[in-house]
């Protein structure tokens, strides 16, 4: 490509593809270095203190760390500080050291693992669950399991990176963003032609923090003799009068097939996990490969047993988390900000185009608010947005920083599309 940067702009960079995997990585890092030297390098930030509500960053090409408050962590409840949760990982680590040694079937499977897997399925009223070491594992290994070439998956065009990739060797039928009459329009049409249909959808959307019509889609979904997926990794922990998520908003405990989901946000620690009946777990747990032939979780997962716990002992941090995403929520809406219909700690703020998206970014963490720009391929090429994720431990005097530094931005760059209106 070799465009000096100074000349080059994001148009040059759109359809990276070289010839062979040296020539498109060389390209690729031409458009790293052009993100560079605009200053919009708002990438694999180094954070040198803990996940928290604020944190110590080492910004590009800076010798000294940054303060900034931190909108970017799905530790939402702040459970990875929790002191509870500590004590439970150090216990796990003292007894049975930091590694688990084999995969499940052949030596790896040990009785944290089978305590979680209970655990996991009892939180949400079923008998059996499958740990995988994360939730994209979980989401891509269990629907790559179950789905072949004479099935169909049915998806929500906003699922998840890992639904897309579990579905590569199967059909795939896309609808638009919850809407119920493109979904019962690709049911009707895939009607006695396959032999599975799988709908599966997000319980709260990772973008767009919105939820999903469940009740709706169960509804359609049974109607047409489908199965039903949900993936609930932002749900957990924050939605639903006891957090389990979206499952319990709408009371659908027997009307999905199989949920899914992950212990890296509101559970502070990592890897995912699949519960449904006990044919569909034992059947993944004897033929699916990333569970089979991969190293199961350390002991450090005995502090995911605690935060199960706390769930229903503490629930004080959701209702803090609650307040919190009221306030910061609207506070933006009042400065004119379009925060979408967001019902979760995800809130975007929408601005539109890339470079835009990027700017905002990189004038916020100026600023001292460290937040996601999010772009294509993430969520359509228009519809960039700075991604603010809220915390139980946002102390209103840093929600107020945020909210500043976000007015602020917007006296320069117009995200609200307030200042052209007027
Ligand atoms: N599903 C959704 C909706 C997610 O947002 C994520 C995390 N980005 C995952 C699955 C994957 O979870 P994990 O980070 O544990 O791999």
Redesign the pocket.
């Given at each position: 490509m070799n465009i000096p940067y100074e000349n080059a702009s994001f148009k040059d960079f759109e359809n990276i593809e070289g010839q062979n995997i040296y020539t498109t990585a060389s390209q690729f890092k031409d458009y790293l270095d052009f993100l560079k030297v605009n200053g919009h390098l708002n990438y694999r930030i180094e954070s040198l203190s803990p996940c928290g509500p604020e944190m110590e960053l080492l910004l590009p090409g800076d010798d000294a760390p940054t303060r900034c408050v931190c909108l970017v962590s799905?530790d939402y409840l702040g459970f990875s500080q929790h002191p509870k949760i500590k004590a439970a990982v150090i216990d796990g680590v003292q007894r049975f050291g930091t590694g688990s040694g084999a995969s499940p079937a052949i030596g790896g499977h040990f009785v944290y693992h089978q305590q979680l897997e209970e655990k996991i399925a009892g939180f949400y009223k079923k008998k059996d669950a499958i740990l995988y070491t994360?939730?994209?594992?979980a989401?891509s290994a269990t629907l790559q399991c179950l789905l072949h070439k004479e099935d169909l998956a049915i998806l929500d065009m906003s699922?998840?990176a890992?639904v897309y990739e579990g579905c590569l060797k199967t059909n795939v039928k896309t609808f638009l963003h919850n809407n119920m009459e493109m979904l019962e329009q690709v049911l009707k049409n895939a009607q006695d032609k396959y032999r599975t249909k799988m709908v599966v959808i997000?319980g709260v959307?990772?973008q767009d923090g919105d939820i999903a019509c469940l009740e709706k889609i169960a509804e359609l979904t049974h109607k047409y003799g489908a199965y039903l997926v949900v993936?609930d990794?932002?749900g957990i922990g924050v939605v639903g009068d006891t957090g389990r998520g979206v499952i319990e908003m709408f009371n659908a405990f027997d009307q999905v097939d199989i949920i899914t989901g992950?212990?890296?946000?509101a559970l502070g620690n990592?890897?995912?996990y699949v519960i449904a009946g006990n044919e569909i777990i034992t059947y993944l747990k004897f033929q699916s490969k990333q569970h089979l032939f991969s190293t199961t979780a350390t002991p450090a997962v005995m502090g995911i047993l605690k935060a199960i716990d706390l769930i229903d002992e503490e629930p004080q941090w959701r209702a803090k988390l609650w307040e919190n995403i009221d306030y910061i929520k609207q506070g933006l809406i009042s400065l004119g900000f379009d925060v979408g219909t967001t019902a979760s700690a995800v809130i975007p703020v929408k601005v539109g185009d890339i470079p835009k998206t990027l700017e905002a970014g990189r004038l916020l963490l100026k600023l001292g608010v460290y937040t996601n720009p999010i772009m294509y391929p993430a969520v359509s090429k228009k519809n960039s947005r700075i991604r603010l994720n809220v915390m139980a431990g946002h102390t209103v005097a840093q929600l107020d920083r945020v909210l500043a530094a976000f007015k602020q931005v917007d006296e320069q760059l117009d995200i609200s599309g307030n200042h052209l209106k007027s």
């Amino acid at each position: 490509m070799n465009i000096p940067y100074e000349n080059a702009s994001f148009k040059d960079f759109e359809n990276i593809e070289g010839q062979n995997i040296y020539t498109t990585a060389s390209q690729f890092k031409d458009y790293l270095d052009f993100l560079k030297v605009n200053g919009h390098l708002n990438y694999r930030i180094e954070s040198l203190s803990p996940c928290g509500p604020e944190m110590e960053l080492l910004l590009p090409g800076d010798d000294a760390p940054t303060r900034c408050v931190c909108l970017v962590s799905n530790d939402y409840l702040g459970f990875s500080q929790h002191p509870k949760i500590k004590a439970a990982v150090i216990d796990g680590v003292q007894r049975f050291g930091t590694g688990s040694g084999a995969s499940p079937a052949i030596g790896g499977h040990f009785v944290y693992h089978q305590q979680l897997e209970e655990k996991i399925a009892g939180f949400y009223k079923k008998k059996d669950a499958i740990l995988y070491t994360t939730g994209y594992t979980a989401n891509s290994a269990t629907l790559q399991c179950l789905l072949h070439k004479e099935d169909l998956a049915i998806l929500d065009m906003s699922v998840h990176a890992s639904v897309y990739e579990g579905c590569l060797k199967t059909n795939v039928k896309t609808f638009l963003h919850n809407n119920m009459e493109m979904l019962e329009q690709v049911l009707k049409n895939a009607q006695d032609k396959y032999r599975t249909k799988m709908v599966v959808i997000d319980g709260v959307y990772s973008q767009d923090g919105d939820i999903a019509c469940l009740e709706k889609i169960a509804e359609l979904t049974h109607k047409y003799g489908a199965y039903l997926v949900v993936d609930d990794a932002h749900g957990i922990g924050v939605v639903g009068d006891t957090g389990r998520g979206v499952i319990e908003m709408f009371n659908a405990f027997d009307q999905v097939d199989i949920i899914t989901g992950t212990f890296s946000k509101a559970l502070g620690n990592i890897g995912g996990y699949v519960i449904a009946g006990n044919e569909i777990i034992t059947y993944l747990k004897f033929q699916s490969k990333q569970h089979l032939f991969s190293t199961t979780a350390t002991p450090a997962v005995m502090g995911i047993l605690k935060a199960i716990d706390l769930i229903d002992e503490e629930p004080q941090w959701r209702a803090k988390l609650w307040e919190n995403i009221d306030y910061i929520k609207q506070g933006l809406i009042s400065l004119g900000f379009d925060v979408g219909t967001t019902a979760s700690a995800v809130i975007p703020v929408k601005v539109g185009d890339i470079p835009k998206t990027l700017e905002a970014g990189r004038l916020l963490l100026k600023l001292g608010v460290y937040t996601n720009p999010i772009m294509y391929p993430a969520v359509s090429k228009k519809n960039s947005r700075i991604r603010l994720n809220v915390m139980a431990g946002h102390t209103v005097a840093q929600l107020d920083r945020v909210l500043a530094a976000f007015k602020q931005v917007d006296e320069q760059l117009d995200i609200s599309g307030n200042h052209l209106k007027s």
